[in-house]
């Protein structure tokens, strides 16, 4: 068994604009995609939107830069823990996830530290 | 988890609003409006990935508030802005109302005496009822534009009056309003049980919670509130057993009583009981005596029509209607005959606003049926046709005008 990481990237205003009884809807979703897939979906975590910092050395100063903001095309949003035989079996759980409606995800393996 | 959350982000929308509200003061309605938004966005965010919080109703009143000074904050002008988001609600000082719910305090507040009725009923459906405005929109059967512009109008004059302290001269007019705001919802739910519209069916529950809530604050629990949600929990209780509602008036003694609610109609004995205390007598308390007969006649196997008839005159001679002159006429249909009702009846046809109300065409035929007069019954029956109306209500029209046909063909 191996983990995967499911990387969410996707536009936070997308979702701004739909009426409170729609986002019912689109919460309920997720929670029943998380329940039908219990057994592989053992985490996941939210990055909060709108701050953060992007460091880089430029010779003997830090570049620090504020970012990545919500204007970007598509934003690192959150990632899933999924558990599965092989890419092939964590792409089957990717592909029903309500997330792709509204933007893409990525999945990338962890390497085992042993 | 997932039935905590059974329309949480509506019902929550209609109690936040009120609280930001109720704290920033009424000139800050697009603030408080859009500080919901905010916390309903990062909800939405957060909670499919990081899952649903044990309590969200206390996440989202959290972000809410957070959201609200984090606006507060941006804005430059908000240093002297920032303490209107108080601690404790500043904006309706009704004395001595010290329970006034928020959702109660923003009613009053939409319920302002110069403001046209269909803008306080666009007002408290988004404000209160949590809905959107295309959501209104279909909720009043209008145009998104009509609806949008009914609610900015309410909201630009709420703000330009400003904080407000109602008087007590003042309040028992915005009761009377709020009261009449609160059953044009409950009759727009009434109206659309054929269950085509999810946004319209929980009208009925929103304005039986809010007059509820009315009714446990003191500053505005009048028997008249209780007259009112006696008829809600009354109307409510048949809901299930009506075919729609246009069979609801012509075919009540057809319907099968075992199937009302006996939770509605127990509240609503209850609140009868309670709007009897006291001299007052309000259309609500004749309307609701009139829904208790019919309920009570669920018990007795029979409807007492000549107290029926009763109430209906005294509706009539205090708060006359052409919509009360139709149903009075089914009274006098069950007390004097059908001429009798014929007669009654003729007021409301000559009315020109119920030219187009395909109930009355359909009462009107009954009547003439009853009569033995089936082509004058069939012409009317037509005529209900041709009105605006929904599907299960044209079905129903449709198999009274056939049962005509057969009828002629046996004789």
Avoid at chain 2, 124 to 136: M, Q
Wanted: proline share 5%.
């Amino acid at each position: 068994m191996n983990t995967y990481y499911l990387i969410l990237r996707d536009h936070p205003e997308a979702l701004a604009s739909i009426s409170p009884s729609d986002m019912q809807a689109v919460i309920q979703r997720y929670v029943k995609w998380r329940e039908d897939n219990a057994k592989h979906v053992t985490g996941g975590e939210k990055l909060a939107d709108g701050e953060g910092r992007v460091l880089r050395r430029k010779g003997a100063s830090l570049d620090v830069s504020d970012g990545p903001f919500v204007e970007a095309k598509e934003i690192l949003g959150g990632f899933f823990v999924v558990e599965a035989e092989s890419y092939e079996a964590a792409q089957r759980i990717a592909a029903t996830c309500p997330h792709l409606e509204f933007g893409s995800i990525e999945i990338r393996r962890m390497e085992p530290t042993a | 988890m997932t039935a905590d959350l059974d329309d949480i982000f509506r019902r929550e929308a209609g109690r936040l609003v009120p609280f930001l509200l109720r704290r920033l003061g009424p000139r800050h309605f697009d603030l408080a409006e859009d500080s919901v938004q905010d916390a309903f966005v990062e909800a939405i965010r957060r909670w499919p990935v990081s899952g649903v919080p044990d309590d969200p109703r206390a996440w989202l009143l959290r972000a809410a508030h957070r959201k609200a000074l984090d606006r507060l904050k941006r804005d430059s002008t908000a240093e002297r802005k920032a303490h209107l988001l108080a601690a404790e609600p500043a904006v309706m000082e009704i004395e001595p109302a010290r329970d006034l719910p928020d959702e109660v305090a923003v009613l009053l507040l939409a319920c302002r005496p110069s403001l046209p009725r269909e803008s306080q009923v666009a007002l408290a459906l988004r404000t209160l009822g949590g809905l959107s405005t295309p959501e209104v929109a279909r909720a009043l059967l209008i145009s998104e534009a009509a609806a949008a512009q009914r609610i900015v109008r309410a909201k630009r004059a709420i703000e330009r009056e400003g904080a407000t302290r109602v008087s007590d001269a003042d309040l028992e007019p915005r009761i009377d309003a709020s009261l009449d705001v609160l059953y044009l919802i409950f009759n727009e739910g009434h109206h659309a049980t054929d269950g085509a519209d999810l946004v319209r069916s929980h009208l009925v529950g929103d304005a039986i919670h809010l007059a509820e809530l009315m009714a446990s604050a003191s500053a505005t629990s009048r028997p008249r509130v209780h007259a009112l949600l006696s008829l809600m929990h009354l109307g409510a209780s048949r809901l299930a057993a009506r075919t729609d509602s246009l069979g609801d008036l012509v075919l009540l003694d057809e319907q099968d009583r075992s199937r009302w609610d006996p939770a509605h109609l127990a509240r609503g004995f209850r609140h009868l009981d309670l709007a009897a205390r006291g001299p007052e007598v309000s259309r609500f308390h004749l309307e609701a005596g009139i829904a208790a007969i019919h309920a009570g006649a669920h018990v007795e196997g029979r409807t007492d029509w000549t107290r029926v008839l009763e109430l209906y005159d005294e509706i009539m001679a205090r708060w006359p209607t052409p919509v009360a002159a139709l149903n009075r006429a089914v009274a006098v249909l069950h007390v004097h005959g059908a001429e009798a009702a014929e007669t009654a009846l003729r007021p409301a046809q000559s009315d020109p606003s119920l030219a187009r109300y395909a109930l009355l065409h359909a009462v009107a035929a009954e009547f003439a049926r009853k009569r033995g007069d089936v082509p004058r019954a069939e012409a009317l029956l037509d005529r209900a046709l041709g009105c605006p109306g929904s599907d299960p209500q044209r079905r129903f029209l449709q198999r009274r005008r056939d049962a005509l046909v057969s009828v002629r063909i046996t004789m």
